[in-house]
């Protein structure tokens, strides 16, 4: 299982920008659908809000790679 540490600029970072900026997701739309169709977990739940705040100590998994958020 692949892994990629993002640290945070701010207190915190949306699920969607997360995923481009771990280079997930080409564009925000491809998060949006991925997100959408139920493809991304954070903290282990199945997460649905492109929105989504992402603070230090969150993981996020999507096909194979987690994201570990640091601040």
Do not use: C, P, W
């Not at 080409?26 to 282990?44: F, S």
Request: net charge negative.
């Amino acid at each position: 299982m692949d892994s990629v540490k993002i640290v945070l600029r701010e207190d915190f970072i949306k699920l969607g920008q997360a995923l481009k900026a771990a280079g997930l997701a080409e564009t925000g739309v491809d998060a949006k659908i991925a997100i959408q169709d139920g493809e991304v977990q954070v903290n282990g739940e199945t997460e649905y809000q492109r929105g989504k705040k992402l603070y230090d100590g969150d993981k996020v998994l999507y096909q194979g790679t987690v994201i570990h958020i640091v601040k």
